[in-house]
């Protein structure tokens, strides 16, 4: 999380976060982007809609420049009235992304908590000994077993 002043704009503390959502998941995943009136920026919401096809949609007062320039657009004779249809989502292949270092260390901490825990059961089981409820990883003979089961 990061602190910013309220002057701080969309290029500083919106446009890293849309640009490593897009970097992560590839372009057409986010299809708008709604922002607070304080992060009105020109040249980053043409950008984001440029290079991304992100719509960004900002709530305007009705005395505001920006809204009276947007109604004044729309009186024009020859605006153009589009139907609204959904861009389609590109999926690149995901053997291509690289995991995050973090997750492969976590993985690999889960694969070998498991195996030990593969590793007692089995030595467990094969010595005649059974589970008990005593504390973390101490066993009690209880001679042969039928199977596993709480002291």
Known sequence: MTCMSGTSG????????????????DRGWMKILMVDRGLIDGPNIGRLKRDYRVDTVVPLKKNMNAYQDMLGLTRLKDFPWEPYQPPSATRRDQTDRPKHPTLVKRELKRQQTLAKKK?????????????TAAPRSRYRRHGPCSGWHEG
């Open 10 to 25: 969309l290029a500083r503390s919106c446009m890293p976060l849309v640009d490593g959502f897009v970097k992560a998941v």
């Open 119 to 131: 590793v007692i059961a089995y030595g467990l089981a094969h010595a005649g000994l059974c589970w």
